[in-house]
């Protein structure tokens, strides 16, 4: 069974789901007897990164990854602190449809920042923002709604997701602390 398989039948379980505020549902079930899946929740969660841990939230299905936000830093950039949205389908079409990037998370605003596309090679790609070293303990520490667009060129739509922190700040600090300088924020 896929993780995002166990994830829809309510099977995983992944540390500060309670802290955050993260209500346990089983959508894949709920979509069988109502015909229909519940709305996402604003809880952030934490999981393994290949070099540490991640933060993460699936804003339009709890159980898919599609538009899922990760807030994570890699101990090969220490001190960085990075945010992406993963897209589903074919990394060139990917590639060829984003044509920027926006952050908005008061008092931290990017409205077009420097962007990467990764390609996961498990049919996402990840648009990719780093939050600027000086910005860090503000996003952590007193950021609340955050808004991260994928802009993408015409005819495609851009991707917005649209999310909070405050309730979620233990499991990002969880996350950031263990490269942002090597200390605890």
């Not at 505020?21 to 929740?41: D, K, L, T």
């Not at 991640?54 to 001190?79: T, V």
Request: charged share 25%.
């Amino acid at each position: 069974m896929e993780r995002f398989d166990a994830d829809c039948y309510g099977l995983t379980r992944y540390p500060f789901e309670g802290e955050s505020g993260f209500e346990r549902s089983e959508p894949c079930v709920i979509e069988a007897i109502a015909g229909g899946r519940p709305g996402a929740q604003a809880a952030w969660r934490v999981d393994f990164k290949a070099d540490g841990y991640r933060a993460f939230l699936r804003p339009a299905d709890d159980s898919k990854r599609e538009m899922e936000l990760s807030l994570f830093c890699s101990e090969a950039r220490p001190g960085a602190l990075f945010l992406s949205m993963d897209i589903t389908g074919p990394h060139q079409m990917i590639r060829e449809a984003v044509i920027g990037a926006s952050l908005s998370a008061e008092p931290v605003v990017y409205q077009s920042p420097a962007y990467e596309l990764v390609e996961t090679g498990e049919g996402y790609s990840q648009v990719l923002v780093e939050i600027l070293r000086k910005d860090v303990a503000a996003f952590l520490q007193k950021a609340n709604k955050l808004v991260f667009t994928a802009r993408l060129k015409k005819p495609y739509v851009d991707m917005v997701a649209t999310t909070y922190l405050a309730k979620s700040r233990k499991a990002l600090l969880f996350a950031a602390n263990n490269c942002i300088n090597g200390s605890k924020s």
